[in-house]
């Protein structure tokens, strides 16, 4: 009797033994799987730089921050003179250097036109060196084109602009090839992001741009 039994519960162990396996091997699939589709969307995925400068780069961070298909948006300075410039240094005015942000985007879901209508929608282009009550050359109004596509696109964008009249004034963003980029401080970096409910230029400058730009491209934000 006992040797049935025991031959029984052998049998039990061997089946249940055979099952555990038979799920550890689907679970380890079903991982290989995930992580290969996500592979695959990462192969697919056409990334491309684009840069701006549109005022505090405070402000343009936080916008195109909100947009499907921008992975990554990283504050700093370009167009300048001086090596490895300082923010103190750039808001001097002496370095040349226009505060921009330096956008990592996927052009299979946002093309650079559409970064283009959103940056010229969400600043003043006609304001020499000034946007709002920020003032200097650090906050001009400029696109760095990283590839002769993106000068003409940019040429292309404001030619129209200029033909539909949008501003009574005439647009002044100047329009020049990508040089150094120089990343700004930790501190400025996902600024709106660690900071838009305790600093006051968040609320009373940043907000109001926000809200309004969601409201125009509301089919083109993130989830």
């Not at 005015?93 to 283009?116: C, N, P, W």
């Not at 968040?202 to 926000?210: A, E, G, W």
Request: proline share 3%; charged share 25%.
């Amino acid at each position: 009797m006992k040797c049935w039994v025991l031959w029984v519960l052998g049998v039990l162990l061997i089946v249940q033994g055979c099952v555990f396996n038979m799920q550890g091997e689907e679970m380890i699939y079903a991982v290989k799987k995930d992580k290969s589709n996500k592979e695959i969307m990462e192969s697919k995925k056409t990334l491309d730089t684009a840069t701006f400068g549109g005022g505090c780069f405070w402000c343009t961070e936080a916008i195109f921050q909100s947009i499907e298909g921008v992975e990554q948006v990283i504050s700093g300075y370009s167009g300048g003179r001086s090596e490895k410039p300082s923010y103190e240094a750039v808001c001097s005015g002496m370095t040349g250097h226009a505060e921009v942000i330096q956008i990592v985007f996927d052009s299979s879901v946002i093309r650079y036109e559409k970064l283009l209508e959103v940056f010229f929608e969400t600043h003043d282009p006609t304001t020499l060196n000034q946007q709002g009550a920020d003032k200097g050359t650090q906050y001009r109004s400029v696109v760095f084109y990283h590839t002769e596509d993106q000068k003409l696109a940019t040429e292309s964008v404001i030619k129209q602009l200029t033909e539909e009249a949008i501003w009574p004034n005439p647009i002044v963003t100047e329009v020049s090839p990508m040089t150094t980029f120089y990343k700004a401080e930790s501190y400025h970096q996902d600024y709106y992001r660690l900071n838009g409910r305790s600093n006051g230029y968040c609320q009373i400058v940043i907000n109001p741009k926000l809200v309004k730009f969601r409201k125009v491209f509301s089919d083109i934000l993130k989830e």
